[in-house]
């Protein structure tokens, strides 16, 4: 006959009083190893393990979320805007013409005190240089409507030739939300 060791899993003859392989002793005297699941806290471990994966998860789903921010602000109520169109004219008078610009967007959520909170809007080339820029308060902008609200007004005594226009939510100096839209020159009627 022969046995099994407990600890390498060698054969070993019957009357073998350790293994020679792994050095575990056969007498009554020495316990063997476990090497189950539940020895030596490997139990405890797994637990441990899978509260910590399970609290990441957690955190992860409950914390994140994509705001367009570059710099969030903690405790600050986001603005969720779309800009709808970039529109603009010009005008002549004594032989001096103007070119005036404006943006329109649909505000879906803003905040209820908007107390320090500014709008500032960039009408940027395709290099992304800022050609003209326009900052008031969000509070003289939005009212609660269903359509589209005007605002970044801008005149100039030159032609713009305008790619896009960046709108920017800032509260207490810092970026909290930030749109994009490029814009359609067909709709700028002194560059048709």
């Known amino acids: 006959m022969s046995k099994i060791c407990p600890e390498c899993g060698k054969t070993l003859p019957e009357t073998a009083k350790f293994c020679m392989d792994c050095g575990h002793d ?35 789903t409950s914390g994140g979320g994509d705001n367009n921010s570059k710099a969030p602000v903690d405790d600050v ?15 002549s008078y004594d032989g001096k013409t103007s070119y005036f610009i404006y943006t329109e967007a649909l505000f879906l959520d803003v905040p209820d005190d908007m ?3 500014i709008i500032k809007t960039s009408y ?8 003209g820029q326009e900052t008031e308060k969000l509070s003289n902008v939005y009212y609660d409507t269903d359509y589209s609200i005007s605002f970044g007004y801008y005149t100039s005594y030159s032609k713009l030739d305008l790619d896009h226009v960046k709108v920017e939510i800032i509260k207490n100096g810092k970026t909290v939300d930030e749109f994009t839209h490029n814009v359609d020159k067909n709709k700028l009627s002194f560059l048709n």
């Open 124 to 131: 940027c080339d395709e290099n992304g240089t800022v050609l």
């Open 77 to 91: 109520d986001h603005v969720d805007m779309t800009v709808t169109d970039v529109l603009g004219s010009q005008n």
């Open 26 to 60: 056969f007498s009554v005297d020495a316990p063997s190893k476990k090497t189950d699941l539940f020895s030596t806290g490997k139990l405890f471990l797994i637990i441990i393990i899978a509260i910590l994966v399970i609290g990441g998860v957690f955190i992860l």
């Open 115 to 117: 107390k320090g909170y």
